[in-house]
């Protein structure tokens, strides 16, 4: 009841409070806090719409932002956004890539309980909503009085906030944006790198639980006829641990010479397929899928090593990787008719090992 | 703290950023301020680790002042007050937390109280649909009397004094003249722990009328006669193995409480397995499902029995130490050597025909499964938890013997009182003793347990009508109590035929919040209080712990938070809605203002050196109470105050529970005086306590010495001339004055069991020697629906599952629950819709022995072949267009009656409504199922009294004309099936070894003194006038 000693937590929290109450460096910490505040609201403004020229200009500012803050660049908001890198956290982690379901409600009760409330409409799962949030957290331990049990607070809750919300789909929508564009947003993604990688090396002594992250890792199945399974699996995030986005695929179907057909991202890639068996092409796009994966998994693995105690958030995505890497190497494109606009013809035939 | 200087050139570049981008108009997150500072360190709802310091739900200190940041935002600036309560909607008592708004004094919502040790902040929908009681536009809010005929719906208002006293002075005047023998209170669910008991028990009379007998005898009888206590407590979350007979993980007693605690065991790996005929949720979710035929479920387990036994997984050393093994080689076997190593030769041979080919040609369940079944239950050892209740039991004629079967299994693995086995309730459960305990009374009340039922669990309420009609008595005040047994129980017109009988019923006072079939019936309707409007204590045996709850009218506290005045908690609640506590004070003053009948000392305010025992200076064990004069009349009459008032003062419902949590809890007052609050106090404000989280399993204590003064043994029970021990063998006293104390076991002084023997009865010597020898062992029963038994044409209905939201007659006012389920189709597997001829929707006639009723067929492979099924909480019904119901749940009907042939006839079903609450102009569904228990007639079981709710029925296609929810019967059928069911029983008369009516040593809700067990003469015998 009531009069049970302090929870966990409260104790958790103590114990490091006093390990650096009065230190000299809680000063500079506050004060790189601020400052990593200041950084992470910039991206969040960049990241919520297309820039105008004010934005801009305070961009500009910034060394590494200085030379992409133009008009021009800011213009490619729509097919970095809207089009491709697509900035919910939700279209990672749920089993189906939706956006706006479970995980955004979780994500606002979260942000809710934190005392932290998105401006109603707003998907509360939203790059730019996790960042400004993140920014306010660091402004409340910045702020936060001679009681250094606040700070400790503050801190606690930007380690949850990066733990569970931002840090396990970060790095693959990150490398999406540096993959879809060369100005401005992958700058951007640069900076955010460079801000978050020390920001969680600083806050984090001990490697967080394992996050409850999206869903497990499920092979395809190739026991069944058909490419719906594969498809399905490559195109959801949380079964391959591969975000391929649109211009991925075009440029696939370029490499090749192969048409593709603009839609979704699942019927571009049944599509692609189709096409490339038409053409006697599966094997170069198989190669070309697993080209990407690997590229993707290599992007994880090197976040893991910056951060080697938070190697737990990107393991289930590297073993998700895996799991595609042998099932794409496994499997053999298809089709049933003999003509590509019928996409659905598509077939994958039976892995030869899993 | 870094200075902000905004002009500082070499300030560094995020700094500058951040200032730069403060002043902008639209930021995407803003920042409300820290939160949920918690000190109970609670969660959120994030399925993830979030160990943050923050809560889901309010911390407790911050209760007096709380605005909720997730439901309403911050800058809605609404405060709350929040209140804990216990929820009201079944047995569990779930804790509930309202949240008052500071600024209007309403109740917004009502949430789960995290400081409840059952619930722990968790609730089902039906807590949270309290709100939609207390603002139900159809609840009752003032005191109503009958005008006209009764059941015509002619009322008019009358103030609570003007009914207080036409009651009391009708109960008082058969007290004078009666000793109180036509007073019953009729009881459906109880929802406190004491209260009323000790009224009647005041009163002195043998008043109590329960539920018990159309819900849990069966399960009751099963576990009463092996152990003495009637009850199970199985400690699921330290299970292995969870055995569930029922789908109880959804919708079983204390299912919220124990689904979680079932969770928490299979997130540990536990097995679960369900003995269920329909795929409910509960089966779906297990890892072995047995849709055993309805009745078989005590052949399958004594296969497992078996399979324990010949294969050697059982606990030989706790069945040689705790079983009366012995008693039964000496009776059964007086030609065997009584040795231990006999009687385990003699089990193999007992059980030897139950073999797994038996048990799947009983069940349908294929012999595999059943084999897994005995393997999961040999692999778990003492982790072994299993639950029945209502569903197997209380289907079947010999349902109690499944109760016995299971307790079998947990006999022989030992599973009993260990982490993660089966407890008895009563070692997990905590009731306080009240202030001044009344003796029980000293007469026998034959219209509740008439003598052919010697051994029922426990009045035959659901007999009422016939035993009133046999002449066995009258009732001249008859009070139902959240209780409607015109609709609850079988048979239903029997109901209204007595309930319009003025010669067999005098006055019919019905204590609800709402509405109901039975309170249209009834001369007074007195409004009482839901969840939130109420005071009761009530414990439940929800894991291994104990804990105890207070359910409390949380505006009354909220008033006293705020510092506002009132006089009772009539002053809370809203129109002129009560509680039965302060009635039935105020009742008891009004039957004797001067207290010379003995009953007023009892509801007299406890004082320093009157509180401790039974009221005044009665010691406990003196049961006299003064002779009324027959021509006695109160001198206090007409309100002039009693000339000693003076001197005493009425007690209050805070004298009473402030005595109950300061000298009946052990540990609260000591935590309540940490927070510098008196226990009651306490209680007001955290609403829960838990007593202990390591109960001890009892039958394993120690005798102390000092209770072992002149110890000596006799067949195995210890007795000494200290006594004194409140557990222990339930044998008489010896000549000698020694009394039982406990068992001898190998030497050593043990509590042991509350029954005749002190050990685990496996062989019951009270059924042998009360006429049932051939059922003395725990054995399988055949169901009256047994396919044996059944009919030509005959299939067996399953009238008596649950759904999860709601919950009998209780939940018709809640708005949310109606809406998510309101009509009970009938469940059909398409084998069977196939021979009949329907589809999904079509209506089917379904035949009972005394009439039939119409409803839409529900075609399902989630159910066996051969039984149909229909959940029974629908088909409610009421007279009058405009009231006299919950108009979200119940259709208008026409009722005719011709002789004994009745027939119910569907106006119009449910639709919307103009009233004070928007949503009734809401009502999308008009479909509210079919009253199907007003066309069954009663089954008792002749050994526990359990209405076997089982029918055998015959399918026939609706005919021209018929409308869903149309009902025809005929009551003169039913009184000849009564018959035919009494005629099954083994009266006292002709049975009863001592000359008593029951052993004494079985429970009932209210024990009589010992004279009144004894059987009248023969001449006076009251029984049925053929």
């Known amino acids: 009841m009531t009069d049970a000693g302090a929870p966990k937590g409260e104790r958790r929290r103590a114990r490091a409070g006093s390990a650096r109450a009065g230190s000299a460096q809680a000063g500079s910490a506050q004060a790189g806090s601020a400052e990593r505040a200041g950084y992470l609201r910039l991206l969040s403004e960049l990241l919520a719409r297309e820039p105008g020229p004010d934005l801009l200009a305070l961009a500009a500012t910034v060394p590494s932002l200085r030379a992409h803050a133009t008009p021009e660049a800011a213009a490619r908001y729509t097919h970095v956004f809207v089009l491709n890198a697509y900035p919910f956290a939700s279209v990672f982690v749920e089993p189906d890539a939706s956006i706006d379901g479970a995980w955004a409600g979780f994500t606002r009760g979260v942000l809710a309980a934190l005392g932290l409330e998105p401006e109603p409409g707003v998907a509360a799962d939203h790059a730019a909503v996790l960042l400004d949030a993140l920014a306010l957290l660091l402004q409340r331990e910045a702020e936060a009085g001679p009681a250094e049990l606040d700070a400790e607070r503050a801190r606690h809750a930007q380690r949850i906030l990066l733990a569970e919300h931002l840090l396990p789909w970060l790095p693959s929508f990150l490398h999406t944006v540096e993959r879809v564009d060369g100005g401005l947003y992958r700058a951007a993604a ?90 006697a092409s599966a094997d170069p796009l198989t190669q070309g899928l697993l080209r990407l994966a690997r590229q993707q998994r290599a992007v994880l693995r090197g976040w893991s090593t910056d951060l080697p105690l938070l190697e737990a958030l990107w393991r289930p995505w590297t073993r998700r990787i895996d799991v595609s890497l042998a099932g794409l190497g496994g499997c053999t494109f298809g089709t049933k008719g003999s003509d590509y606009d019928a996409p659905e013809q598509v077939t994958c035939g039976r892995a030869e090992t899993p | 703290m870094p200075t902000s200087n905004r002009s500082q050139p070499d300030r560094p570049l995020g700094m500058r950023l951040l200032d730069a981008l403060r002043g902008r108009p639209r930021r995407l997150v803003s920042d409300a301020g820290p939160r949920y500072a918690s000190p109970e360190g609670h969660r959120t709802s994030f399925p993830g680790p979030s160990e943050i310091g923050l809560d889901s739900h309010p911390p407790s200190t911050a209760w007096d002042d709380w605005q909720d940041p997730v439901a309403h935002g911050a800058e809605d600036g609404r405060r709350y007050d929040l209140v804990p309560t216990l929820c009201f909607n079944c047995e569990s008592a779930c804790g509930l937390l309202a949240y008052i708004d500071h600024d209007s004094g309403a109740i917004r919502k009502l949430e789960g109280n995290p ?163 329909r795929l409910s949720n509960t089966a779906s979710g297990a890892d072995l499902w047995l849709p055993s035929y309805p009745g078989s479920e005590a052949a399958v387990l004594l296969a497992v029995a078996r399979h324990l036994i010949v294969s050697g997984a059982w606990d030989r ?108 309730n009563s070692w997990t459960k905590h009731v306080p003793a009240p202030p001044k305990p009344a003796p029980g009374p000293s007469w026998w009340q034959e219209l509740h347990m008439p003598e052919e039922y010697p051994l029922a669990f426990f009045e035959m309420s659901y007999l009422l009508p016939h035993l009133l009609r046999d002449g066995r008595g009258t009732i001249d005040v008859y009070f139902t109590r959240v209780y409607n047994p015109v609709w609850t129980n079988p048979d239903g017109f029997s109901w209204l035929e007595a309930l319009t009988d003025e010669r067999k019923i005098g006055c019919h006072v019905a204590l609800t919040p709402t509405w109901n079939e039975s309170a249209w019936y009834a ?68 039957i004797d203002p001067d207290g010379s009948l003995g009953i007023r000392r009892y509801f007299e305010a406890p004082s ?102 002149d110890r000596v043994v006799q067949d195995g029970i210890v007795y000494a001339r200290s006594g004194g021990a409140s557990y222990g063998p339930k044998a008489e006293a010896l000549p000698d004055g020694r009394s039982p104390v406990g068992v001898d076991v ?124 229909c959940s029974h909480h629908f088909g409610r019904w009421r007279l009058d267009d405009a009231g006299g119901g919950n108009r979200t749940m119940s259709s208008v009907v026409g009722l005719e009656r011709d002789g004994s042939t009745w027939r119910m006839t569907r106006k119009h079903g449910a639709r919307p409504f103009a009233s004070s609450d928007p949503d009734t102009r809401r009502i999308w569904w008009s479909d509210v199922g079919v009253h199907q228990n007003i066309a069954f007639e009663v089954h008792p079981d002749p050994v526990s009294g359990q209405h076997c709710w089982h029918q055998a029925v015959v399918l026939e296609r609706a005919q021209p004309g018929d409308r869903s929810g149309d009902i025809h019967v005929d009551t003169e ?36 003194a010992a004279e009144a067990y004894a059987l009248p003469a023969e001449e006076d015998r009251v029984v049925a006038d053929d």
């Open chain 2, 115 to 277: 400081l409840h040790p059952g619930s722990r902040g968790r609730n089902c929908a039906k807590g949270p649909a309290t709100h939609n009681q207390i603002t139900d536009p159809d609840r009752l809010l003032y005191p109503l009397k009958r005008t006209g005929p009764r059941g015509a719906g002619q009322w008019t208002r009358v103030s609570w004094d003007e009914a207080l006293d036409d009651i009391a002075a009708r109960i008082r005047k058969d007290l004078v003249e009666h000793r109180g023998r036509h007073v019953v209170y009729h009881v459906g669910r109880p929802g406190e722990d004491g209260f009323t008991s000790r009224v009647l028990q005041a009163w002195g009379i043998d008043g109590h009328n329960s539920h018990t007998n159309i819900c849990s005898s069966n399960a009751r009888a099963g576990y009463a006669f092996w152990s003495g206590i009637d009850r199970p407590s199985p400690d699921f979350a330290g299970a292995d193995f969870i055995l569930l007979l029922s789908a109880h993980l959804e919708t079983g007693h204390y299912f919220n409480p124990h689904a979680q605690r079932i969770v928490e065991a299979r997130a540990r790996g536990a097995k679960v397995a369900v003995f269920d005929p």
């Open chain 2, 973 to 1008: 059928l039913a009184h000849q099936a009564y018959r035919t069911w009494l005629a099954k029983t083994r009266p006292a008369h002709g049975h009863s070894p001592d000359g008593t009516r029951r052993p004494r040593w079985l429970p009932r809700p209210l024990h009589p």
């Open chain 2, 746 to 869: 190998d030497g050593r002084t043990l509590r042991g069991w509350p029954t005749p023997s002190g050990k685990l009865e496996f062989y019951s010597t009270t059924l042998r020697d009360w006429g049932w020898p051939e059922f003395a062992l725990p054995t399988y029963i055949k169901s009256h629906v047994h396919k044996e038994r059944l009919g030509p044409g005959e299939i067996a209905l399953l009238p008596n599952f649950r759904l999860p939201v709601q919950i009998h007659t209780r939940s018709a006012n809640s708005k949310w629950l109606d809406e998510i389920a309101h009509t009970n189709p009938l469940w059909m597997h398409p084998r069977r819709a196939a021979e009949l001829g329907v589809q999904t929707g079509d209506l089917v006639r379904v035949r009972t022995r005394i009439g039939w009723f119409v409803l839409p067929a529900w075609v399902t492979e989630g159910i066996r072949p051969d039984i149909v099924a």
């Open chain 2, 317 to 424: 050393d706790f069945v040689r130490r705790w079983w009366n093994w012995e008693a039964y080689l000496r009776a059964e076997r007086p030609e065997l050597e009584p040795t231990f190593e006999t009687f385990e030769s003699v089990l193999v041979e007992l059980y030897r025909d139950y073999t797994f080919a038996f048990a799947a040609e009983e069940s349908g369940v294929p012999q595999e499964r059943i084999e897994e079944l005995a393997q999961l239950v040999a692999r778990a050892g003492t982790r072994f938890s299993s639950y029945n209740w209502r569903s197997a039991g209380a289907g079947n004629e010999g349902g109690w013997q499944v109760a016995r079967c299971l307790m079998l299994l947990h006999a022989l693995t030992g599973s009993i009182g260990t982490p993660g086995g089966f407890w008895p």
């Open chain 1, 190 to 279: 640069g900076l955010a790198r460079q801000t978050l990688v020390p920001l969680a090396g600083a806050l984090f002594d001990a490697a967080p639980a394992p996050a409850a992250a999206g869903a497990s890792a499920a092979a395809p199945h190739h026991e069944e006829e058909g490419s719906d399974t594969i498809l399905d699996h490559l195109t959801v995030p949380a079964r391959s641990g591969l975000f391929l986005c649109r211009a991925d695929l075009t440029r696939l179907g370029a490499e090749l010479d192969l048409p593709v057909r603009f839609g979704g991202r699942r019927f571009m890639l049944e599509s692609l397929v189709a096409a490339a068996v038409q053409q």
């Open chain 2, 523 to 590: 001369d007074y309707v007195l409004p009482m209080g839901h969840a939130s409007e109420r005071h009761d204590v009530q414990s439940q045996e929800t894991g291994r712990a104990q804990w105890i709850g207070f359910r409390q009218p949380v505006m009354r506290a909220h008033y006293e938070r705020t510092g506002r005045a009132f006089r009772d908690t009539r002053d809370v609640n809203p129109g002129e809605v009560w509680e039965e506590n302060e009635f039935w004070i105020e009742l008891s003053w009004r």
């Open chain 2, 608 to 709: 320093d050196t009157r509180d401790a025992g039974p009221a005044g200076d009665a010691p406990a064990a003196d049961r006299s109470r003064p002779e009324p004069a027959a021509d006695a009349a109160p001198s206090g009459a007409e309100g002039a105050p009693p000339a000693d008032a003076a001197a005493v003062r009425k007690m209050t419902v805070d004298d009473y529970y402030g005595y109950l949590f300061e000298h009946g809890v052990p540990g609260l007052p000591e935590a309540a005086a940490r927070e510098g609050l008196t226990p009651l106090a306490y209680m007001r404000r955290y609403g829960a306590f838990e007593v202990t989280t390591e109960p001890s399993a009892r039958y394993l204590e120690e005798v102390p010495e000092e209770q072992l003064t």
